[in-house]
Each structure stands twice: as structure tokens, then as C-alpha cells.
């Protein structure tokens, strides 16, 4: 009887084995290679590979809710149109991704519902590599981000506290994303970034990889294996004529969210598709 | 228990390894199936045509007023290299004929553009004029896989017009390069030219989320009867292009797969034809490469459904005299537009107007029909105390005269949203005989302005 058992484990085993390299197969022989190399810092610190279906783990995100109001920024200090929820509707884990549906519907005076999670008081660090992997919606005025904030922004208000903008995407663009930083003399539409722009490929119809690696004097920024941008001290010198203030030598925290409208991409119009939904596949943070 | 566990777990990685080998990127065909291929080449015009016929231009028949003069080359005008398409597009009372158009052929068994997602070429005009239509697919035989793009607003400088395709897929063969219709209903009847270059079919990666549509992306009812045939129409789909801008191309059925629920109630063919095989209900449904297409046909067959049409898409309408009669004292505006790829009657200041048929043609008998069919859309916002009532006149100007009124209450409606009404007509108070109605009426006193009015029938059910 034991010795049954015991063959049997091992056959199990083999066929654990089997199964797990033809996954790999699988997976490798249709995606895209996710090796970076551009990305340097390869000790990871924090991930959320988003494998536990229904609410996102509570340890690690927790929630923005409302229209800014309460956070003194109506309009998230964008003139946003959208109302955020924790409500599954507009953000949920699934089949090992993490969706932020932006929905059209009337809900506490509001056209929009979304959702905007954040891992402060959860989750922060200065300096290190942040990445995520996503898909994105599209159509005018939807505006999908992964973003960092500086964790002092109560006492020291927006933008002296610091933004780094990993990814940004307009709907209606959609073979172009961004990453720029905002700072003290350097904020809103004179933050200091760049376009990257996708040829033969969009953002909206398959996933892919945006992270920066953030050392004491360099921001790299990357998307899928392209390095397309370094901000450094010096650059904000030069562009703010030395008004501007590198604030970006502090703990930082991510934030996720799709906003709908706003200064920035402009109301969503008749031929926007809702609800459509920003898919993370993951987000992941190494050190050094 | 355990002989069972050790069974199933051996299975996993032969299913993991069936998987790997059908899910596997490229979906070769096994070694021993070889089908024919057919060129992959793209290109159809750079500075002079690839692969055409000798004629180059296949006019359409001169007999119905195309002008196969206006068709040439331009060596002195080129987005890149040296030569360009040149069309000049004539005048309307040209004695070679009022408007220009025809196709491109593949001068050989046609071509595999399979590995294309577009049709694209740059083009300018000597004016800002529209071109009617721009497409591919056409071939003056089957036109199986036929696709326009309507409406192309010339720039006095080059640019670029995107024509997606439906499903690559299905172009493993096709003949027809190019197809344009242009004439002068933009210019006044002022004769203009455009230059068309760089003409390709271009895998651009860039086209993306395809949104089919049939019948205008609404839900139709139709009652009817076993025997009848309907033909699927407005077959539409949407693409978002890589500039963000959405894109909606006019193509024919066999780019879709139509299903019905219920096939021995009605069954489609390639064509979108239906046909009414058994009394029952069905739901015709159709999509694109596994997308599907927004609206769908109900079919609701029984013995004794019969209907007289007054404006629909999919049955023979009744002549009528005109969709505004534009009465002394009336202010509302408006009448058949096009939407959808398909007509629609769409008012404006709204007070009261009516659909007439009894000047020049015969009113009609509604006897033996039990209801009127209506989709209402208001195209504006709905306040309190809005109204429309509909009004059916029997025996128009006669001393006859029997007239009834169905009123509908804006809480009934839904701003820019088709709704669907189905009217009883004993409903329609003070309404007598209905052996000869002449007149259908919308009455809003400018409580609602705006509004689109679709398939209008009666039924009897």
C-alpha cells in the first residue's frame, strides 16, 4: 500500500512537472519576451501579481473615493468628471488581472463612476524600479494611469510633494503614452516628460510593460524594452531655469486609476464606448 | 479514489501539450494540407498600376451616366515619386456622362490579402469636394467581399485616407483592388479634380476595435408570416484607426456569420437573406471574426401575421407623397435623412407634421391590421409635460372624415434612445373607419422640437 502511494507521487510529480513546462510553452510561445533590458534593479521588494479573484488584497491597496471633494481637490484638481467607488463594478480581480471599469451612469450627481487605488500608508519607497503591465481603454476622454505621489503631500501640498508619472495615456491617442514628473516649478501642463509612441501597435489591444527606475539622481523611463526617456536633476534645472526643485528623495506610494475627462484629455464625446475597463496584470517594485 | 487522482493527473500534460500545439501564434496549416495561395502583393498604384488588367480603369456602365473620359495619370502631380492618379470628375450635364467611377482588377486570379488589415492611399483635390465613395472588393461579378468608405472630404493638400477590412481572413482570393464613385452633389455641380497616389494594401497594426453593426445597430420586431423573406440591411462596422479618429465602412453580408436561435422558424444564408421556414419566434444575430455585431432581427412568424409597411428598412414600403406636407401655419422641418447606412425620418421645431399618402397616391385599407409599430427617438432631453401625439386620418378631405389620436407621454420616451411603440388601434380614439387612411400625424406643440422617427408599420396579430 505504501509503496503504491509512493509511485503514485512520483508519476504525480512528473506530471506536476509536465504540466507547469507546457504552461511555460504556452505562455512563451505566445507572448511577448517580458525580459527587460533596459531595467537594471532586479531585487524585488513589493509585487501584486493579482492571483486572488474579488477585492484587491486590503494589505496592499486601499481606495480614493469620491470626486476629490473631501480631499479638498474637486475634480481631482483636474476637473475629473468621474465619481470614484470601491464597488466590484468598478474595480475587482480577475482571472489574475486587476480591472478599473469606468462606468456612464448617474450616481451621487455624477455621469462617471470609477475606481483609483493607492497603496499609501501600504506601501512606500524612495528610489527603486516600478513597473506594471497593463492594457489600457480608448476613445476621447478616458485617461488610464499608473502613478507615483511623494507620501507628504498633507503637509506639503501638491506639486511641492511630487508626482512621478509612469504611464499616461488620452483615449484618444491611442498609440501614445507618457511619463513626466511634476514638481515644484514644474507642474500640470508644464510638467517635464515625454511621448512614446507605439509603431505598428497600439496600447488599447494587448498589454504591455511600463516601469522607470529611480535612483538619487536619474529617472529612467521605459516601455516593453524601449528606454525613451532619463530625467535628472539637471534637466529640471535647465527647463524651469533653476526655479524648479528636485523633489523626488522621499518615499513615494503607486496609484492606479482611469479618470474620465478633465483637463487634460477632454470630455469623453458620442462615440466614447463605455464601460470599457484598464486591465493590470501586474505591478511590481525592486531595489537596487 | 487514488487510481482515479493518478489517471487525471496524467491527462493534464497531454492536454497541456494539446493546447501548446493548437493554441501555438501562427496558425499553420498541418504539412500535408497545402492550399493554393494566391499573391500577398499590396501594392496597386505607386507611380504607375501593379498587377492591374491593361484597362486599368473598369468604368461603371456608361449607359447609367458614368464618364470614362475623366480616368488618367498625372505626371506632373505626385505625393512620392513622379506620376499620380488624376480623375476629373464632370460636370453633371457632361455629354460623357455626369459623374466618374469604376475599379481597379488584379490582372491575374487575384491576390491574398490575408496579411493586410487596410486599404490606404493619399489623395488632394483643386478643391475642398467630397468623393462619394472609396472601397475595395468589388469585381462587377460577385462583389462577395465588397467594402465603401462614404464621404471623403478632399483637402487642397495630400492626405491620407484609411480603409480597414472587415476580416482579413476572408480575402484569401480577391480580385477587386479599388473602387470610387465621385460626382458633383458637393461642389453645386461645379466640376473639380483629385489625385490619388501611393495606392496599397498596408498592414498598419494600427486598426483595433472592430464594432459590427446590422440594421443600424437597433433591434428590429418583425411580425410575418411562413414563406416570406426579409434581407438583413445597414450592415455597418466601426474601427478606431491609429490617429484615434472611429472610421465606419459600408460592407456586404458575406463578411458575416449570421445565426438564428431558431432555424426552423427562420434561417439565413451568406447574404443575410431570411427566410420564414415555420411559425415560432427567432432571434437573428450576426458578427464579424467573433464579434458581434450590435442590433438584431426578431422574427415573430405565425399563421396569420400580416403587415402594410409605411417606413421600414426590410419590407416594401407604400408609395406615400411626401414625409412633410409642410402645411400653412406649420413650423416643424425636416424629413428623410440618412443614418446608419440607412434612412430614417428626422423632424426639427417640431409642432405638427404629418406623413401624407393620399394626394397622388391611393390611401391604404388598415382594416384586417390590428396595431401600429413605431420607434421613436427624441434627440433631445425630455422635460415634464412633454408629449407626442400620433393622429391616424381616414378619408382625408372627404366628408368622411374620421381622425383618432394615441398620445404618447415623454416618460414614455428616452432622450436619444429608439423606443419602441406597439400601438393597439383601437387605441386611437375617435378613429372610425379605417378603410382609406391618408394621413399619419405627429403632434408635439413644441413641447418636444427634435425628434427621429423609424419603422413605421401596422400588423395584424
New interface residues.
Partial sequence: MKH??LN?NI??MW??K??F???L??VM??ETDDTQTVATFNTLVWEDNFDVDGAPDSSRWRFDIGDGTEQGIPGWGNDELQYYTDRSENVTVQNGFLLITAKQEDFNGFSFTSARLTTQGLFEQAYGRFEARIRVP???GYWPAFWLSGNNCADNPWPACGEIDIMENV?????IAFGSVHGPGFFGGDSIGKDYEL????F??GFHIFGIEWAPDYINYYVDGDLYQQITPEDIDEETDGQGEWVFDRPFYIILNVAIGGNLPGPPNN?T?FPQTMLVDYVRVYQQ | M?IY??IH??F??LL??G??AL???ERDFSDEVKFATFPANGDIFTDAPVGLTDKFFDSFDPAVGANTEGFGTDDDVAFEGTSSIRIDVPAPDDPNGGFIGGIFLDRGAGRDLTGFDALTFYVKGSTTATIDEVGFGSDFEEDKFAVGLQNIRLSTDWKKVIIPIPDPSKLVQERGMFRFSAGTLSTNGVGFTFWIDELQFE????I??S?PSILGGNDSRFPTTVGQTVTISQLQQTF?L?S?I?QTINLTPSYFSFKSSDPNVAFVDELGEVTVAGTGLTEITASIAGVLADGKLLVESSESAQIVSIFTDLFADIPVDNYNGFFLGQNTKGGLVEENGGQIIRYTQLDFVSINFFQNVAPIDITEMTDLRISIRVDESIDAGDFINIQLVNSVGTPDLTSGTFRIEGGDLVPNEWVEFQIPLSSFTGLGARNAIGQLFFVSDGTISNVSIDNIFFSAE
Fill in positions: 503504491k502511494v503514485t508519476k504525480s506530471a506536476y509536465m504540466f513546462a507546457s504552461l510553452l504556452l510561445g505566445c480608448f476613445g476621447k483615449g484618444d491617442e491611442p498609440t509603431t505598428n501597435d497600439r488599447d489591444t462615440e464606448v | 487514488k487522482r493518478y493527473l496524467r493534464i500534460p497541456g501539450l493546447i501548446v493554441l501555438s501564434c498592414n498598419l497594426g494600427t483595433a476595435q464594432r478606431n491609429g484615434g472611429d
